[in-house]
């Protein structure tokens, strides 16, 4: 009987001064536990957010009952998956406390602190770690990157509030009360930074420029045959199968370039020698105000797949969109989301804000379902990942902030019972917070925000 020998999880393949990690491989985990010993699955945390609350109605399920097979529509993308899902109602905000004037500079801030800025610093960055740095700080050491931070849209958002701090309205990660963490809007750095490849002009790349070698792969594929030959059929096929996943993200990146070139040239006069004279014009695609924003959140979507499967990193956040400024005309209007969601129960408008509510989780579910599509060990790699998508309001019409809409999606590595609606958990968000960092292993100190407690709903089977 041939013998398949053990190589360590960190095996990578190297090549043109870039590394590729590996997705885990039956091979790996065992070679220095020992035959019988099980080698226990990293746990990743993810979250999405979404501002200015949902249509309620079309978001929160009848009921337990008709949770998996009757879902409201804004979960229609994800009825593939709810058995992978948990929902909660009845998750509080944090109170807008003294800063009543300012729900959008709270709704991104406090989503992930469960923490309002401190009132006597106003103008500065005071608020609290952030719960997705507090996982960084401890499953990081264990990563090529202690997290990865994703938008779609720049965070520069100018506005005031109740005198705070611009940053509030656009960076949900803290690195400490007085840091923020920026967020990557390029997927081309995002796929850069997880292939340790730096920009050769010393800055950020633009989109136009590819310093990432278009040849990479090609150039380590001798390295992966050699390994191919020392694995088992089964990983051979997991192999084969994430190197493609890799090109694949490389050409949707390289394809959103060329489009933006294109869209340049064609603003400055100059035609493509590419197209014809009858082609239609290619669509420029912008970062907020794209024809094609579901393009760019997908491509960003599979960046935190991949990280994820390489494990590069073990904490990812995802802004969808920021408070203020943001329109999907792939719906078919223009109108803002937030002046939108100030409908006051006008049919029409309610109807756009709930389209723009299912939009941004079908996105969500665009990621899940890849994740539930991937191997990994003895299941897929959402088992062993909690995601979370969710909103700093409850209603955008209102402000309202006592029932926050959140999506679960993953089991944590058994951490957490799926394919359940609780129409009536009492908690806020720093315990949900608590909950979700103690079900991916993160030793904690102290309570996250607000918090006073952990939900034992969400792992046990009531």
């Given amino acids: 009987m041939n013998k398949i020998a053990s190589i360590d999880r960190r095996t990578c393949l190297k090549g043109a001064g870039a590394a590729l990690g590996l997705p885990l491989l039956d091979a790996m985990g065992w070679a220095e536990a020992g035959e019988k010993a099980a080698s ?17 109605d079309q ?4 009921d337990a009952e008709s949770f998996l097979t009757s879902p409201p529509p804004a979960l229609e993308s994800l009825r593939p998956v709810l058995d992978q899902c948990l929902m909660m109602k009845g998750i509080a905000g944090v109170s807008n406390g003294p800063f009543k004037g300012a729900p959008h500079a709270l709704e991104l801030s406090t989503w992930l602190t469960a923490t309002l800025p401190d009132p006597d610093k106003r103008d500065e960055i005071s608020i609290s770690i952030s719960a997705d740095q507090i996982a960084a700080g401890a499953l990081g050491a264990f990563t090529t990157l202690p997290s990865l931070e994703l938008a779609t849209m720049p965070q520069t958002w100018k506005e005031n509030q109740a005198g705070l701090n611009e940053a509030y309205y656009s960076h949900c990660s ?6 923020a963490v920026p967020a990557e809007i390029n997927p081309r750095n ?27 792969l090609d150039l380590v594929i001798g390295g992966a045959r050699d390994l191919r030959r020392s694995l088992s059929p089964t990983d051979q096929r997991k192999l084969d199968e994430y190197l493609d996943s890799v090109r694949s993200v490389e050409r949707r990146i390289s394809a959103i370039e060329m489009r933006q070139k294109e869209a340049a040239m064609e603003k ?4 493509s020698s590419r197209r014809h004279e009858s082609d239609s014009p290619p669509i420029e695609i912008k970062i907020p105000e794209g024809d094609k924003r579901s393009e760019y959140m997908q491509v960003m979507c599979d ?10 990193t073990r904490v990812c956040t995802y802004i969808g969109s920021t408070p203020n400024g943001v329109s999907y005309p792939e719906l078919g209007f223009t109108d803002k989301h937030h002046s939108t ?55 955008g019409n209102k402000h309202t902030r006592e029932n926050l809409p959140f999506i679960l999606a993953g089991r944590g590595g058994g951490a ?15 315990d949900l917070l608590t909950t979700l960092l103690a079900c991916a292993g993160v030793p904690l100190d102290r309570p996250v925000g607000i918090a006073t407690k952990q939900l034992t709903e969400i792992s046990s089977n009531a």
């Fill in 341 to 395: 969601t100030h409908h006051n129960n006008q049919p029409e408008k309610v109807g756009k804000v709930a389209a723009i509510t299912a939009f941004n989780i079908d996105q969500f579910a665009y990621m899940v379902k890849k994740m539930h599509s991937l191997r990994e060990g003895d299941g897929t790699l959402l088992d062993n990942c909690i995601m979370m998508w969710g909103s700093g309001l409850e209603d």
């Fill in 268 to 271: 400055a006069g100059v035609r």
């Fill in 303 to 312: 960046l935190n797949v991949l990280a994820f499967q390489i494990d590069t």
């Fill in 416 to 430: 957490i019972n799926t394919g359940r609606f609780l129409p009536d958990v009492k908690g806020n968000q720093g």
């Fill in 40 to 56: 226990k699955l990293p746990v990743r945390l993810g979250f999405m957010y979404m501002p200015h609350g949902v249509i309620m």
């Fill in 174 to 179: 803290f690195r400490s009360p007085t840091q």
């Fill in 59 to 62: 978001f929160w399920p009848a």
């Fill in 190 to 216: 995002v796929l850069n930074r997880l292939f340790n490849k730096q920009d050769q002009s010393g800055g950020h790349a633009s989109t136009g420029i590819s310093p990432l070698d278009r040849n990479m």
